[in-house]
């Protein structure tokens, strides 16, 4: 979320505390305009915890897809140890020893 949207944001709860500070202290306003200042108050209350809400949802949305590169890059190297076992079991003198060492040498590379 970048500076406009926060400027907005800020906006919006200046805007709810001056309409909660109008219902405080005017006592003199009628019933009509004292029940659509309730409501457009709580409209923006409802407003603002909505962009809060989507603000927790980005986050969660950008952690996610760190995690799922990461993955995606163990992903990427499993199917190249898995094209390389392939390219060394088409000869016949292929030892298991060897593909045994390339396996055990990529997955510690992965711990590191």
């Known amino acids: 979320m970048n500076q406009y949207h926060f ?30 200042t309730i409501r457009y108050r709580d409209l923006l209350v409802y407003a603002i915890e909505q962009i809060e809400r989507v603000r927790e949802l980005e986050d ?10 990461d993955y995606d890059k163990i992903n990427k190297r499993y199917r190249d140890l898995l094209e390389k076992i392939k390219e ?25």
């Open 7 to 36: 400027n907005k944001i800020k906006q919006l709860k200046d805007w709810e505390r001056d309409l909660s500070a109008v219902l405080v202290f005017k006592n003199n306003m009628d019933e009509e305009t004292r029940n659509d």
């Open 60 to 69: 969660k949305l950008a952690r996610i897809r760190f995690v799922n590169n």
């Open 88 to 112: 060394m079991t088409r000869y016949d003198d292929c030892r298991e020893a060897e593909i045994y060492e390339l396996v055990s040498d990529e997955l510690e590379g992965e711990s590191e």
